[in-house]
């Protein structure tokens, strides 16, 4: 076997074509869009690359044929809460099924990690924003949803035989959108309502600066400083935003307010997928042009939540449901989107997860994120729950 690390375009494009042979047999499984992976590893458009290093690899077998790959990343920034020790983080990882192949790419990543005085390595996680490209799919291998992971069901046992240990569970639910959601979120969100002090506004293109700045104080109250994350500025927001805007579905994405001044934000896209699988990972002007066709007569009905939050101090009031109420009205009155799916919830974040399971939502899929402390006499500890 001979192990490369990727440093030109060729090489490239072998790592990219090392998960399409892995996943190209099985009919659930989307192709992604080697941009989507290859803007990962690009220094002038991910900004990890301020506070962190990363690398990839490829393995050939002894006829210099592909047979498995895996990137190691650095990030100064990437920190969960109870920490004890600098963690590093591995991703991308594809292998065939075999257990002296795995091997030999964890070794190896985990060599460099060392080098640069980590004393631990999470994966399979992203070189950046969590997302994407976050936890190894355990459980519900149908479909993937934009930029999340889709692997065999043997990689579980890979990494486990290896030596790595779940660190926390990402949960995926899922519903039935022509049900009528449960009467006590429409009493809570007539309490609400009955209180003109509360508004709550879809989002308009026409406004995007507006709802970026107003997603800009939601997300620095609400989620800066979780898991190493800090302020967003409001440019960093817009452009989120005008990155959306080609697809976005105005009256999928809510914010609430409280005396003019926002409290929480609900965002919702039409699942992307459902259109970019027709695209075989490429988005060339010639793939530009086909997804503008499927947009406009591909009928999509799936919806996937992005994002859902109240601010701190407006938690446990009511608000939710408030929020999810002026959603759903809109949502669910038309017949566009019959499924929704919410992106992963932590298993350390129970409150989120029952929310969820209150609206009705069933478990879609599973996905893993797991840990591997190289000093192997320590003490392995779970992801805190945080708290309700």
């Known amino acids: 076997m001979e192990l490369i690390i990727v440093d030109t375009s060729q090489k490239a494009r072998l790592f990219l074509d090392v998960h399409v042979a892995i996943n190209k047999g099985n009919p659930a499984w989307i192709q992604p869009l080697d941009k989507d992976i290859e803007e990962i590893f690009d220094k002038n ?9 990363a690398i990839r690899w490829v393995l050939l077998d002894d006829h210099k044929k592909p047979i498995g790959r895996i990137a190691a990343f650095v990030n100064k920034k990437y920190k969960n809460k109870g920490d004890e020790q600098p963690t590093g983080g591995v991703g991308f990882f594809d292998s065939i099924d075999d257990q002296a192949v795995a091997n030999l790419l964890f070794d190896t990543a985990k060599q460099w990690l060392q080098e640069r005085g980590m004393g631990a390595m999470d994966g399979p996680i992203n070189f950046g924003e969590r997302d994407r490209w976050w936890g190894l799919l355990v459980e519900g291998f149908h479909e993937p949803l934009y930029c999340m992971n889709f692997n065999p069901p043997y990689y579980k046992s890979l990494m486990e035989n290896y030596g790595f240990l779940p660190f926390f569970n990402q949960v995926c639910l899922s519903m039935d959108l022509r049900k009528r959601l449960h009467q006590k979120f429409f009493n809570r969100h007539a309490q609400i309502a009955a209180n003109p002090e509360y508004t709550a506004r879809h989002f308009k293109k026409g406004e995007l600066e507006k709802f970026a700045e107003d997603f800009t104080i939601i997300y620095n109250k609400a989620w800066a400083g979780h898991g190493g994350g800090k302020d967003m500025a409001k440019a960093q927001a817009v452009k989120i935003f005008e990155s959306m805007k080609p697809v976005i579905d105005e009256e999928t994405v809510w914010f609430v307010y409280h005396n003019g001044q926002p409290i929480g934000c609900w965002l919702n896209l039409p699942e992307l997928n459902q259109w970019f699988k027709y695209l075989h990972g490429k988005f060339g002007l010639l793939q530009k042009l086909q997804f503008l066709w499927l947009k406009a007569f591909k009928k999509n009905n799936k919806l996937t939540g992005v994002v859902f939050g109240v601010i701190p101090e407006y938690q446990a009031k009511g608000i939710d449901a408030y929020l999810i109420i002026e959603g759903a009205n809109n949502v ?27 609206l009705g939502a069933v478990r879609s899929r599973t996905l893993t994120t797991y840990r591997y402390l190289f000093d192997r006499s320590k003490p392995f500890k779970r992801h805190p729950i945080l708290a309700e």
Request: proline share 3%; no cysteine; charged share 25%.
């Open 45 to 53: 458009k991910n900004k990890a690359f301020r506070h962190g290093e």
């Open 332 to 358: 669910q009155s038309g017949k566009t989107y019959l499924d929704f799916e919410m992106q992963w919830i932590g298993d350390f974040n129970p409150k989120m997860i029952n929310i969820a399971a209150h």
